[in-house]
């Protein structure tokens, strides 16, 4: 069964940080690149990072230095170090997969993506 599940969301104090797995089964992450992508309540789902095949990388403007994608093939993961989280990042965060590679633009677009995981909540508060 092809499958990606995320884990690592959690409450956090702003300022805090957080590292996010997707760990593939049922298929390698190595043919494919990966993206993480986040959905507020009453919002858009929106792309946070991708990497790509090849290995490079990808942010939205805003979490540029902020987070860092990150993947090892051997243990086919794909990984989001978030640091200096904001309230505003509190959101359901899902990974998921693309076979194929992705660029700058279209590692923002949800429907270049095949293969997704479930979610998993973070919440940023005091």
């Known amino acids: 069964q092809v499958r990606l599940v995320e884990s690592g969301g959690n409450l956090v104090q702003p300022g805090g940080s957080l590292r996010l797995s997707c760990v593939a089964s049922g298929f390698s992450l190595d043919g494919y690149s990966v993206g993480w992508f986040r959905q507020a309540p009453g919002k858009e789902r929106e792309a946070v990072s991708a990497?790509?095949?090849?290995?490079?990388?990808f942010y939205t403007d805003s979490k540029k230095g902020l987070f860092t994608i990150s993947r090892d093939n051997v243990k086919n993961t794909v990984y989001l170090q978030m640091t200096m989280l904001k309230p505003e990042d509190t959101a359901v965060y899902y990974c998921?997969?693309?076979?194929?590679?992705?660029?700058?633009?279209?590692?923002?677009?949800?429907?270049?993506?095949?293969?997704w995981g479930q979610g998993t909540q973070v919440t940023v508060s005091s």
């Open positions: 998921a997969a693309d076979a194929g590679y992705t660029d700058s633009n279209t590692f923002r677009d949800p429907d270049n993506y095949e293969i």
């Open positions: 990497i790509s095949l090849g290995g490079a990388t």
